[in-house]
């Protein structure tokens, strides 16, 4: 299944045909040039995109060390969850570390569509909230293993 040019995460996929079909309906492609900047932290989170190809860091300022990354994503990930947060900003930063296709998805059309459906909202944040999860455990993972070799140095 594509979403304006790129593949849909596989655990999106795990959708029903409808569901997956009125999710693909509220994407466009982008595209992002190698080093692009894709957003800030702190700044104000307000898109999401499914990562067809390429690969996008994401980093992290940490006192004493800087800029650390984080995790970095490939083709099926999604990227930016921030805009489900009671305070929509961006956690971390994100950058292309490659040339990255990907579908944006439309946030206003997506809250919109799934305050008028319920359904279709319950099944994708249910979708969505898999990865997020999978997501935090490798960030956690990440942070707890930077906070350890710190005190190593």
């Known amino acids: 299944m594509t979403a304006g040019g790129t593949v849909l ?9 409808e569901h997956r079909r009125r999710l693909t ?6 595209r992002f040039g190698e080093g692009e900047v894709i957003f800030r932290e702190g700044t104000p989170a307000t898109r999401c995109w499914l990562i067809g190809s390429g690969s996008v860091v994401l980093t992290t300022h940490v006192p004493g060390r800087g800029a650390v990354a984080l995790e970095t994503l490939h083709g099926g990930d999604v990227l930016g969850w921030s805009w489900l947060g009671a305070r929509p900003v961006w956690q971390f930063a994100a950058h ?3 040339a990255t296709e ?7 059309a997506l809250e919109r569509m799934a305050g008028a459906e319920p359904e279709f909202g319950y099944v994708v944040t249910r979708a969505l909230s898999g990865l997020l999860i999978a997501r935090l455990q490798s960030t956690r993972a990440r942070l707890l293993d930077l906070y350890a070799n710190r005190r190593e140095m």
């Open 96 to 98: 292309a570390a490659a």
């Open 25 to 30: 309906a509220l994407t466009s492609p982008v």
């Open 9 to 17: 995460p596989s655990l999106l996929a795990a959708l029903g045909d």
């Open 102 to 108: 990907a579908a944006e998805i439309d946030i206003t």
